[in-house]
């Protein structure tokens, strides 16, 4: 993992009243808090926006990554609001990738007034859980990152996302494994979980579809070291290809141990695989291995290696997987609690009145992404990307069409 500088960062343990804890789960840990920016000068009003993903654990990355992208779009407009009467800080919340702690974390914002928008969570399963609790009160929540296509599909008006869904990665992960890559047999594997199995579940159906062979489909656990037993069965089966759907670190296991094994196909997954911990795990054997991702390549422009140099000086920290990401969400939550404020007569406004600001978001040219929400809350310009693992760096393939 990378190390992230902290950007004023406090940690405090608290203890959850009985309902919070009856929603986070016995031993769930406390939620950790980040502050931004201090309390609010005098004369002027306080708000917050709260970024949420995992920021401890294996999958930190993802969230981390996405907090720096929102805090560098927040610092940038600090002096915006301002002018408008307003201090806003960011609150950083860590949810561990967990559904459980997903609801704990939207339990405590949800009861901080002023909380006016969520860039997050990053996974699917927290998104989910913690997607509940926010559109009971009318809590923005605008993700960088969850993909599974079940977030959107559930009628919540609070929710929404910048990234592209799974049905689209899966699919269009699948028509570029038979047409670019000839796959015409595949094994497909997932992690039982909301977000691997959702994608797998997306792959295979478009193999279906498409009449590329699906020789087996099955679910390993998360955590475990030894997939001998999956593997054998692939091994017999002899696909062109195996498909995952789930995280680098069972992703990285999977490679190694295939390529041990003898296997010699392609071996594909979705964005869940974009992290050099990967390389790491699977070594050698993650070579060639190909992977679909939501975010495109940051320095395929010259504004881009600016973006990323600027952001690297000011910041003192790498981009990561989901930098740019947290940064246009973030920027979309700005542009919606910026139109609120106007509309409400430069008044702090409602939880409500940003969500509606934040929903009629229509053609916003972020940095890296345009976006404009249809009725479910998914972002109309959203694409997919391709890219490989070359010996020790990844290589961008172009977009997924």
């Given at each position: 993992?990378k190390?992230?500088?902290?950007?004023?960062?406090?940690t405090?343990?608290?203890?959850?009243?009985?309902?919070?804890a009856?929603?986070?789960?016995?031993?769930?840990?406390?939620a950790?808090?980040?502050?931004?920016?201090?309390?609010?000068a005098?004369?002027?009003?306080?708000?917050?926006?709260?970024?949420?993903?995992?920021?401890?654990?294996?999958?930190?990355?993802?969230?981390?990554?996405?907090k720096?992208?929102a805090a560098y779009?927040?610092k940038q407009?600090?002096?915006?609001?301002?002018?408008?009467?307003?201090e806003?800080?960011?609150l950083?919340?860590?949810?561990?990738?967990?559904?459980?702690q997903?609801?704990a974390?939207?339990?405590?914002?949800?009861?901080?007034?002023?909380?006016?928008?969520?860039v997050?969570?990053?996974t699917?399963?927290?998104s989910?859980?913690?997607?509940v609790?926010?559109?009971q009160?009318?809590?923005?929540?605008?993700s960088?990152?969850a993909?599974?296509?079940?977030?959107?599909?559930?009628?919540?008006k609070?929710?929404?996302?910048?990234?592209?869904?799974?049905d689209?990665?899966?699919?269009k992960?699948?028509?570029?494994?038979?047409n670019q890559?000839g796959?015409k047999t595949a094994?497909?594997?997932?992690d039982?979980?909301?977000?691997?199995?959702?994608?797998a579940?997306?792959?295979?159906k478009?193999?279906e579809?498409?009449?590329?062979?699906?020789?087996?489909?099955e679910?390993?656990t998360?955590?475990e070291?030894?997939?001998?037993?999956?593997i054998n069965?692939?091994i017999?089966?002899n696909?062109?290809?195996?498909?995952?759907?789930?995280?680098?670190?069972?992703a990285g296991?999977?490679v190694?141990?295939?390529?041990?094994?003898g296997?010699?196909?392609v071996?594909?997954?979705?964005?869940?695989f974009?992290?050099?911990d990967?390389?790491k795990?699977a070594?050698?054997?993650?070579?060639?291995?190909?992977?679909?991702?939501?975010?495109?390549?940051l320095?395929?422009?010259?504004?881009?290696?600016?973006?990323?140099?600027d952001?690297?000086q000011?910041?003192?920290?790498?981009?990561?997987?989901?930098t740019?990401?947290g940064?246009?969400?973030?920027?979309?939550v700005?542009?919606?609690?910026?139109e609120?404020?106007?509309?409400?007569?430069?008044?702090?406004?409602?939880?409500?009145?940003v969500?509606?600001a934040?929903?009629?978001t229509?053609?916003?040219?972020g940095?890296?992404?345009?976006?404009?929400?249809?009725e479910?809350?998914?972002?109309?310009f959203?694409s997919?990307?391709?890219y490989?693992?070359d010996?020790?760096?990844?290589?961008?393939l172009?977009?997924?069409?």
């Amino acid at each position: 993992m990378k190390k992230q500088k902290k950007i004023a960062f406090l940690t405090t343990m608290f203890a959850l009243g009985s309902a919070l804890a009856g929603c986070a789960g016995g031993g769930q840990p406390a939620a950790q808090q980040s502050g931004d920016g201090g309390s609010a000068a005098s004369g002027s009003q306080k708000l917050v926006i709260a970024t949420v993903g995992p920021m401890s654990g294996q999958y930190s990355e993802y969230g981390s990554t996405a907090k720096d992208g929102a805090a560098y779009a927040l610092k940038q407009k600090l002096e915006d609001f301002k002018k408008l009467g307003f201090e806003v800080e960011l609150l950083a919340q860590d949810d561990q990738a967990d559904p459980k702690q997903g609801v704990a974390v939207a339990e405590m914002l949800i009861s901080n007034p002023d909380v006016v928008g969520v860039v997050g969570h990053s996974t699917t399963g927290a998104s989910i859980t913690a997607s509940v609790k926010y559109d009971q009160e009318k809590l923005v929540m605008v993700s960088p990152s969850a993909t599974g296509s079940n977030l959107t599909e559930e009628g919540k008006k609070s929710v929404h996302r910048i990234c592209a869904r799974d049905d689209q990665q899966g699919s269009k992960a699948a028509i570029y494994a038979k047409n670019q890559l000839g796959v015409k047999t595949a094994y497909v594997v997932h992690d039982k979980q909301a977000y691997g199995q959702g994608l797998a579940d997306e792959v295979k159906k478009q193999f279906e579809k498409d009449g590329v062979q699906v020789v087996g489909y099955e679910g390993v656990t998360a955590g475990e070291k030894d997939y001998s037993a999956v593997i054998n069965q692939i091994i017999a089966a002899n696909p062109d290809m195996i498909y995952f759907g789930g995280y680098y670190a069972e992703a990285g296991i999977l490679v190694k141990q295939a390529r041990e094994k003898g296997f010699k196909g392609v071996f594909m997954g979705g964005d869940g695989f974009d992290s050099a911990d990967l390389l790491k795990i699977a070594g050698p054997a993650a070579d060639g291995v190909v992977f679909t991702s939501t975010v495109g390549d940051l320095n395929a422009t010259e504004e881009g290696k600016k973006w990323i140099a600027d952001f690297e000086q000011a910041t003192g920290n790498k981009v990561g997987i989901f930098t740019s990401f947290g940064y246009d969400a973030m920027n979309v939550v700005l542009k919606g609690l910026e139109e609120a404020i106007k509309a409400n007569g430069g008044k702090k406004p409602t939880r409500e009145q940003v969500l509606e600001a934040v929903h009629k978001t229509k053609d916003f040219q972020g940095q890296f992404v345009k976006v404009s929400f249809n009725e479910k809350g998914d972002n109309e310009f959203a694409s997919v990307y391709v890219y490989k693992y070359d010996k020790d760096k990844k290589t961008f393939l172009g977009e997924a069409k």
